[in-house]
């Protein structure tokens, strides 16, 4: 049963130790059954072996004290998604409860690389993403955060196809006709004119567009050749992802005559349900606190991606507020 974010904890307590009770009695009955693994999909997942013969994308992920939406994303990235080669997550906590929620999410997702930021974060973040993003033969590369839950299936195999013959500047997966909203902004936008490639992938030209649609640079699940962005990752001068999107963000401007490339409908949706980091006022929702979501968390609760599921967004990021279900 889902719960929202106005239950009160006692009643979940309550409902986890009633469902104990369920299972406890029903291995009682049949004393040979076994319960199955809640992360088993997660597990067989550890069993594959990378093949870099086959062109694919990394994926370097940030998360900083949000376990419970870092879940989210890995376990809507891993339903949705396929093409990815190496998954990368540069992580910090603010103390040893967050650090023991990450480790319950890097036990669930045993092929992800949990890369944890020491205690002079502003100084080993860059060495740390630039390892991260250029530590692999994979030439393509695909950055998040972790307020990002993937809501469609993609096969990353088929936008390096099309981008590769294309020459397109970046993949887009968080844009889609579909976005006429600016979230940050807080404003309309109107969707540029588009040209039809194959299927329902769509190009346009940044110059063409406004808002998100006039801002190439993001760290919102796009997809670049590392080679494109190998000059800028060593030139500039950040300190965390904050800094590094904004910064990256004013170097636009010598690929605004280039092309991006979109699906009809996008593929992932920002939730900004709180903000964590203090480098970048960004708009979010004030929804419910990182503590609150660690304590949902520590009571095996994740968020319920399944109604996200081909939503219809307006906007690249959406007020939304989840349930939370059984992990």
């Keep these: 049963m889902p719960y929202s974010m106005n239950t009160h904890r006692g009643a ?10 369920i299972f406890t009695s029903i291995l009682m009955v049949w004393p040979n059954t076994a319960l199955p693994s809640t992360n088993k999909p997660f597990q067989e997942l550890c069993e594959l072996d990378q093949d870099y013969s086959i062109p694919k994308a990394d994926m370097v992920i940030f998360s900083y004290d949000r376990p419970l939406q870092l879940y989210a994303l890995l376990e809507s990235t ?8 190496d998954i990368k997550v540069i ?3 603010s103390d040893d409860r967050y650090a023991s929620a990450y480790q319950k999410v890097s036990d669930a997702f045993c092929k992800v690389a949990f890369i944890k930021q020491g205690n002079k974060p502003s100084q080993n973040f860059k060495p740390l993403k630039l390892k991260a993003v250029f530590g692999s033969p994979n030439t393509y590369i695909v950055f998040a955060v972790d307020d990002i839950v993937v809501k469609d299936y993609v096969d990353l195999s088929d936008c390096i196809g099309v981008l590769a013959n294309t020459g397109a500047y970046g ?3 968080r844009m889609g006709k579909n976005l006429n909203w600016c979230y940050p902004l807080s404003r309309s936008q109107q969707v540029p004119p588009t040209t039809r490639i ?3 992938i769509y190009s346009w030209q940044f110059t063409n567009g406004e808002h998100d649609w006039h801002y190439p640079n993001t760290v919102d699940m796009t997809l670049y050749r590392k080679k494109d962005i190998e000059q800028d990752l060593n030139s500039m001068n950040f300190r965390s992802p904050n800094i590094f999107e904004g910064q990256w963000s004013c170097r636009a401007g010598r690929v605004k005559n280039r092309i991006g490339l979109c699906f009809e409908k996008s593929k992932i949706v920002n939730l900004p349900l709180n903000r964590v980091q203090k480098d970048w006022h960004n708009r979010h929702m004030n929804f419910v606190s990182c503590e609150a979501l660690l ?3 520590e009571n095996d609760l994740k968020m319920d991606i399944a109604p996200l599921y081909q939503i219809d967004n307006v906007g690249a990021h959406m007020d939304y507020e989840p349930m939370f279900i059984e992990r």
């Design 91 to 93: 992580y910090r906590t």
């Design 78 to 85: 891993y339903k949705y998604i396929t093409g990815l080669g």
């Design 12 to 21: 979940i307590r309550f409902v986890n130790l009633i469902l104990v009770l």
């Design 295 to 297: 304590d949902l968390f």
């Design 198 to 200: 194959s299927k329902d």
């Design 171 to 173: 993949f887009y997966l």
